[in-house]
Structure formats: structure tokens, C-alpha cells
């Protein structure tokens, strides 16, 4: 069943920078044919080339198989460094996600990579870049990143905020539990400092009951499926129910 999403002519990144909440989904195999059935109903599917199987080879494909289907495509980077970005966007991602970004400085780098000149120092010449000004991302994974992190929010070529809760959790030593006390404190930092600044955030989440709860503590980006993963719990629960 596919869960149609508003019909709407406002482009997908100026709805996130007007205060939209927007939900998509994560693909992390490199196939077109599950790229655009994840799509389906959602905003915005990100293709992980960081720690997913796709690789810049894969991404015409992917990112015409995601807009087929009515989302948009982003992508999480490997690192940031100014070619993974200009890469990512040139080959049809209309926004990236940004890890391993641990100051306002690095964070200036990263929008600057994003932008045409005057406002940036990306290079032209994209044949299959179609966003003028792409979404700029920054995950937020570490302490650092959060004690950098309302310096990085000042910074006019930054539009969000994503955090990585896994590598943040090592970060502080607790637990991946997002109701741990010590992790649920440093996301309502977290959400606190975006809110202040009036630019979105959103926590990485696989499944609809996390991306709820993010959604209701103020989240905008609401993540609601990794393919891999949904793939897995629906044949375990099929699984399940068969030899029952």
C-alpha cells in the first residue's frame, strides 16, 4: 500500500528552509527498482554512500528512480571533503547530509562547497545537477560537534541539522537508547539549539515508532525506513508468522 504524499509545486528544498516537516527514507543498496519503490509516498529518500553499498557510479540511477517516484534525492557523503560534495550534487543528489563535521569552521568549509560563487567556491559543470542552491546538511555525531554547534547554526550557508545517534552515543558512552537520560539530554540540546536558531533538525531513526517520537519532540527531518533493514524485520516477521 502506498501512502500518497500533499501534492504540492514548492520545490523540496525551499519547503524544508520555510519550516516544513518532511519524512523519507534511507537506501542503502545500490538498485534503482528498490531506491524508487522506497520512495514511493515519501518527501525525500537519502542515498548513504557513506556506509551504505552505493557508490557515485550508482547514482544517476538511483536519483532518476527517486524522482520518478515522487521524492526527492539527497545524499549522505562519505566525508567532508569538497569533491565528495561536488560529486554528490553534480551526479543528482539536490542536497547532501554531511558527516564527520566536528566545527563551525569545517561547517563553513562544507555550505562553502555547496555554493556557486560569490557565496561559495563549487565548481560548475554538473551535467546532471538540477538545484541552483542544494540542500546543505550538517550531521552532528560528537561532543564537539555539539559544543561547535551554535556557531555552526549562525552560519547562513548551513540549512540543517542531522544527528548520527550511534556514533554520538559513543561519543558521550551511553547507551543507543533514545531514552537513555544522558543521550535524550544531549538531543534535547541538541533540538534546543536549532530551535533557537529556527533551522531544522532531525535524528536518524529506521523505524516509524522512533521517527514518531523525533517528529513529536520537534524533528522536521523524519526518517522512517532504512531498505536493508525493512527488507529483513518483514521477512523475519513473515517468517514468523508462517511457522507459527
Known amino acids: 500500500?502506498?501512502?500518497?504524499?500533499?501534492?504540492?509545486?514548492?520545490?523540496?528544498?525551499?519547503?524544508?528552509?520555510?519550516?516544513?516537516?518532511?519524512?523519507?527514507?534511507?537506501?542503502?543498496?545500490?538498485?534503482?527498482?528498490?531506491?524508487?519503490?522506497?520512495a514511493r509516498g515519501l518527501d525525500y529518500v537519502v542515498i548513504d554512500l557513506q556506509?551504505?553499498?552505493?557508490?557515485?557510479?550508482?547514482?544517476?540511477?538511483?536519483?532518476?528512480?527517486?524522482?520518478?517516484?515522487?521524492?526527492?534525492?539527497?545524499?549522505?557523503i562519505r566525508y567532508a571533503h569538497p569533491a565528495d560534495i561536488g560529486r554528490t550534487l553534480d551526479l543528482g543528489c539536490e542536497g547532501v547530509i554531511v558527516p564527520n563535521v566536528e566545527s563551525a569552521e569545517q561547517a563553513a568549509a562544507v555550505a562553502g562547497?555547496?555554493?556557486?560563487?560569490?557565496?561559495?567556491?563549487?565548481?560548475?559543470?554538473?551535467?546532471?545537477?538540477?538545484?541552483?542552491?542544494p540542500l546543505c546538511i550538517v550531521m552532528v555525531e560528537s561532543q564537539q560537534a555539539m559544543a561547535e554547534l551554535p556557531a555552526?547554526?549562525?552560519?547562513?550557508?548551513?540549512?540543517?541539522?542531522?544527528?548520527g545517534p550511534r556514533d554520538l552515543s559513543y561519543s558521550l558512552g551511553c547507551p543507543l537508547d533514545p531514552h537513555d537520560p544522558v543521550?535524550?539530554?544531549?538531543?534535547?540540546?541538541?533540538?534546543?539549539?536549532?530551535?533557537?536558531?529556527?533551522?531544522p533538525v532531525g535524528v536518524h531513526s529506521t523505524d516509524g515508532t522512533t521517527a514518531r517520537l523525533y517528529k513529536e519532540n520537534g524533528c522536521r527531518f523524519v526518517n522512517v525506513a532504512a531498505d536493508t533493514l525493512a527488507i529483513a524485520r518483514t521477512v523475519a516477521a513473515e517468517l514468523a508468522t508462517a511457522r507459527a
Open 1 to 38: 500500500m502506498c501512502l500518497a504524499r500533499p501534492v504540492t509545486d514548492i520545490p523540496f528544498c525551499d519547503r524544508v528552509r520555510g519550516g516544513e516537516t518532511v519524512f523519507g527514507g534511507w537506501a542503502v543498496a545500490p538498485t534503482a527498482v528498490s531506491a524508487g519503490m522506497l
Open 51 to 76: 556506509h551504505g553499498t552505493s557508490t557515485e557510479h550508482d547514482l544517476p540511477a538511483l536519483t532518476t528512480a527517486i524522482r520518478q517516484a515522487g521524492a526527492t534525492p539527497l545524499g549522505r
Open 152 to 163: 555552526t547554526l549562525r552560519l547562513p550557508g548551513v540549512d540543517g541539522i542531522y544527528v
Open 183 to 199: 543521550l535524550r539530554q544531549a538531543f534535547e540540546k541538541i533540538w534546543a539549539d536549532c530551535a533557537a536558531a529556527g533551522k
Open 113 to 133: 562547497a555547496c555554493r556557486f560563487p560569490p557565496d561559495g567556491y563549487r565548481s560548475g559543470g554538473g551535467v546532471l545537477a538540477s538545484q541552483p542552491i
